[in-house]
């Protein structure tokens, strides 16, 4: 026998469930009094250096249905490419629950340590057995040495991380969780 | 300080068809694997002025008057790989009230609501990584699965660690519960001391005496390693 390495086991995830926002956004799902306001509402304070951007998008299920019920959070850099301090850079978002919608104005982030400008995500529903990790990449930017994209051998694939400009600073990013036009998913 | 690798083994799959929701919404493709950079490396740092003073105590962070239920404790650490405790995470939990409803629109199940209950709370660990809420035991619940299937008595727990990499969100179980090992979801995790880590041991060492039981529910993170190695100077 050998000495035991002795780590201990991550905790296995489970699903978010229908019901994340109870704890996650209470006051989106009308349970006001308990906090304030939701968590990560704003990324950044209003004075944030930077341009301000608006990004829109939808999950979307392996039959092409966009998710009402899933939590979306984002963590990125502020406009030097530096992360944090504090909570800053976070935000958290649910999809609309008609349309499935999910919508974060924020800063565009600056290029960090050798990656091109990129928004990490975070993405958890009812039917998501452990959160799926992703990023956002900006259309437009010079994608040429970011390690990660370039690691991506289908350049289809590769584009599932780009998020379209759609002009006047907002911008159009679509997950697709199964099938035709998968989005990459990160193991990091 | 570098993320050690999830392993996987310790996780649900994403396509687990007993759990129904599990098929349209599992990635098909192999997740990409690379060594954590700074989004990853990094995360919130939360503060303690967004903590109210009832957001640990569900019994009372409502309407200010006690719900209804069994009232217990749930206390326990958050933890890494390595043991250590990890400090200022936040910890936010969600539940169903005694009788198995939620404070939800889509929830349309028979229980009633508990007119002085929300379902939700949150704390920051401590130095040690300790934490505590003080809640109802909420109800099991049926839910459209199969024919018959029900939820077994769970606390939804999502939890920040010091990055963002180490996110994680789970159920914790209750020790007994005989629907622990029916359930779907649960199911959904293959490896069978990887459930049993979820299911929280009743503790009468912090049970108080004629006021409330008490459930001691650990959480592991991934851990975080730091090696002279790794902090090598140039050229060595
Ligand atoms: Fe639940």
Same mark, same amino acid.
């Given at each position: 026998m050998v000495q035991p390495l002795g780590y201990l086991p991550e905790s296995a995830s489970q699903t978010a469930g229908p019901y994340v926002h109870i704890g996650c956004t209470p006051n989106f799902v009308g349970i006001h009094g308990i906090y304030d306001q939701d968590l990560g509402l704003e990324p950044f304070p209003k004075d944030a250096k930077g341009q301000r951007i608006t990004i829109t998008g939808v999950v979307r299920d392996g039959v092409g249905k966009s998710l009402n019920d899933v939590l979306v959070e984002f963590w990125q850099a502020d406009a030097d490419g530096k992360y944090g301090p504090g909570a800053q850079g976070f935000a958290r978002r649910a999809s609309n629950f008609d349309t499935g919608e999910w919508e974060l104005t924020t800063i565009k982030p600056g290029a960090v340590a050798g990656m091109a400008p990129h928004i990490g995500l975070w993405v958890v529903a009812r039917g998501i057995n452990i959160g799926l990790q992703t990023r956002l990449y900006f259309e437009g930017d010079d994608h040429s040495k970011d390690p990660l994209l370039n690691r991506l051998e289908h350049q289809n694939r590769r584009n599932t991380l780009i998020a379209k400009d759609t002009g006047n600073g907002t911008w159009r990013f679509d997950i697709q969780l199964q099938g035709e036009g998968e989005t990459v998913f990160l193991d990091m | 300080m570098t993320l050690m690798p =999830? %392993?996987?083994? %310790?996780h649900p799959v @994403? /396509? @687990?068809?007993? /759990?129904?929701?599990s098929v349209p919404r599992s990635p098909r493709l192999a997740l990409i694997a690379g060594s954590p950079t700074a989004t990853e490396q990094t995360g919130p740092v939360f503060g303690h002025e967004l903590i109210g003073k009832l957001d640990n105590n569900l019994i009372l962070n409502f309407t200010g008057e006690p719900a209804i239920g069994e009232r217990i404790i749930v206390h326990g650490r958050v933890m890494d790989e390595t043991g250590r405790g990890v400090p200022n995470a936040l910890v936010e939990v969600w539940q169903a009230n005694a $009788? $198995? =409803? /939620? =404070?939800? +629109? +889509?929830d349309g199940y028979l229980a009633p609501l508990d007119p002085n209950f929300g379902g939700c709370g949150r704390t920051l660990s401590a130095q040690d990584g300790s934490y505590e809420f003080m809640t109802i035991r909420p109800g099991a619940y049926p839910w459209p699965n199969g024919v018959n299937d029900w939820r077994p008595m769970h606390i939804h727990f999502s939890v920040f660690g @010091?990055?963002?990499?180490q996110r994680l969100i789970t159920q914790m179980y209750f020790e007994g519960d005989p629907l622990i090992y029916r359930c779907p979801i649960v199911a959904t995790i293959p490896d069978k001391a990887a459930v049993d880590r979820l299911v929280a041991p009743l503790d009468m060492n912090r049970a108080l005496p004629l006021d409330c039981l008490a459930y001691k529910f650990d959480i592991v993170l991934r851990g975080n390693r730091q090696t002279m190695f790794e902090n090598r100077m140039e050229g060595l």
């Open positions: - | =999830r %392993n996987r083994a %310790n @994403a /396509y @687990a068809p007993g /759990y129904k929701s $009788g $198995g =409803r /939620y =404070r939800h +629109k +889509k @010091a990055s963002f990499g």
